[in-house]
């Protein structure tokens, strides 16, 4: 293989947070047509990583080099203008604005000297980029009503536009399904071609095999290895991750199954789903299968009341139940673990602690106040429990890592005395040893006689952890199929996913 340029070098950082070194002598080389893996632990410090190389932080100690040059970032302008470039999870994106004008964000062009703006450049350099990347683009729609797979790929044409050498993607897969997926690599390898440096963040193993060259692996705000994915397989890579193997990636416990504890008739809303009927027992785990956008979590969502309903019923311990809010479903004793931590899960303004009272506030009461020692104590048994990386219990919830801040909406539900357990893709950006925690968590649920659904578009945890699974498509029910069938397999759940 042929040596690549390095197209920009961390040597040595150091960056310090109150309390914590999220990175702790750090150094990573980026090649030109080189994608670059990075992983690591939730915690392991990688968005700071990333946040360095970006000038969102400054670090404490350490140098970075452009081209063999060293640079200080006075700011993420400055880095920008250096030709790096970095999609995050929360995309910059204006919903009410297309393509366009998403793209030649504060960067408008105008014509010649007048205060005119040059659509008609604007909206051709836009189709250009859009085209090198093999993609279509209809500038006639706004950003709102397309995908995340689309919205990413804008985000990235932006950096085209911006001619980056460097392109950062932290976990660009998180929130995409599996075809959007194909679509990405797709791109990535076109832009690697091109020559560019690309840095590929991900929990998701496989894909660091598929997408990657080399990996480098973080451990607690220190680098661990870097080597060529070609000579190393995937238990090699977790026993850097974790600093040991885990040999069974899906913890499954069967328990005797009891009573139906929630029965869901005829459920429907127009245009969103359709004569949803289901039930769960105690003790089981039903899983929802499906492809983004199937309507899984709208459906849950308006079994919480957290969405109106247009008609349909829903039996709680064979009792019709009239969920009016999420109130009642709570008082229904239901526990809805969204996907969504950012938007319905989390106040990040707010310390660990009261994120995880926020929904058991009552239990908590002595007389007309809430109890504090009773309020950390339980925040204090929920980090140690779940394993949530902080210093402290009264650390914002905003301040901590993506993975972190998912355990956290997990260890607010698990405290409440709810029968009923909704996870909504409840591994979503977590690392391989917490999710073994979290099936962990769920295989505790089912052994007290609890129901646990579990929505998730990953087949393998699909399989590994539920005992019957639900497959939807564009608002139906297509299929149903029980673990102990032999059709209990990824080719007939995703046959009743995609099928026409
Ligand atoms: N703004 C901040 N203020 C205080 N602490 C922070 C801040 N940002 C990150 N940290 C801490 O730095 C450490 C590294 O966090 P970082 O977000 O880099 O982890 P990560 O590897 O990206 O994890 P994940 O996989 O969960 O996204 C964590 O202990 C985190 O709590
Ligand atoms: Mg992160």
Known sequence: MKEHETAVELRDIIKNFPGVRALDGVSLTLKKGEVHGLIGENGAGKSTLIKTLTGVH???????????????????????????????????????????????????????????????????????????????????????????????????????LQEAKVLILDEPTSSLGEQETKELFKTVN?????????????????????????????????????????????????????????????????????????EVKHLSRKGVYNDVTF?????????????????????????????????????????????KSPGDAIKNKIAFLTEDRKGQGLVLDEPISKNIAMVNMLNLQKGLFVDDRKLKEQAENTVKKLKIKTESIEKKSGDLSGGNQQKVVIGKWINTDAEI?????????????AKIEVYNII???????????????????????????????????????????????QESIMRAAWEV
């Open 443 to 489: 295989n505790d649920l089912v052994k007290e006689g609890k129901a646990v659904v579990m929505i998730s578009s990953e087949l393998p945890e699909i399989l590994g952890m539920c005992d019957r699974v639900v497959v939807m498509r564009s608002g139906r029910i297509t299929g149903e199929i029980d673990r102990k069938s032999e059709d209990f397999n």
């Open 279 to 323: 039930s769960v027992r105690k003790g089981e785990v039903l899983g929802f299968a499906g492809l983004v956008g199937a309507g899984r979590t709208e459906v849950f969502r308006g079994i919480f009341a957290a969405d109106p309903v247009d008609s349909g019923e829903v039996y709680i311990n064979g009792k019709q139940c009239r969920i």
């Open 190 to 262: 076109l832009l690697k071609e091109q020559g560019m440096a690309i840095l590929f963040v991900s929990h998701k193993l496989e894909e660091i095999f598929e997408l990657c060259d080399v990996v480098t692996v973080m451990r607690d705000g220190k680098h661990v290895v870097t080597m060529d994915t070609d000579k190393m397989t995937q238990d090699d890579l977790i026993t850097y991750m974790v600093g040991r193997s885990l040999s069974n990636l899906y913890p499954k416990v069967e328990v005797p199954k009891g009573d139906v504890a929630m």
């Open 58 to 160: 400054k670090p404490d100690q350490g140098k970075i080099l452009c081209e063999g040059q060293e640079v200080v970032f006075s700011g993420p302008l400055d880095a920008k203008k250096k030709g790096i470039a970095c999609v995050y999870q929360e995309l910059n994106i204006v919903a009410e604005l297309n393509a366009t004008d998403n793209m030649f964000m504060g960067n408008m062009k105008k014509k010649g000297n007048s205060f005119f703006l040059d659509y008609g450049y604007m909206n051709r350099k836009t189709k250009e980029v859009m085209k090198s990347m093999n993609q279509e683009i209809d500038l006639t729609k706004i950003c709102g009503n397309m995908g995340m797979g689309q919205l990413q790929m804008i985000e990235i044409g932006k950096s085209i």
């Open 421 to 433: 357990f909704v996870f909504d893709e409840p591994t979503r950006g977590i690392d391989v040893g």
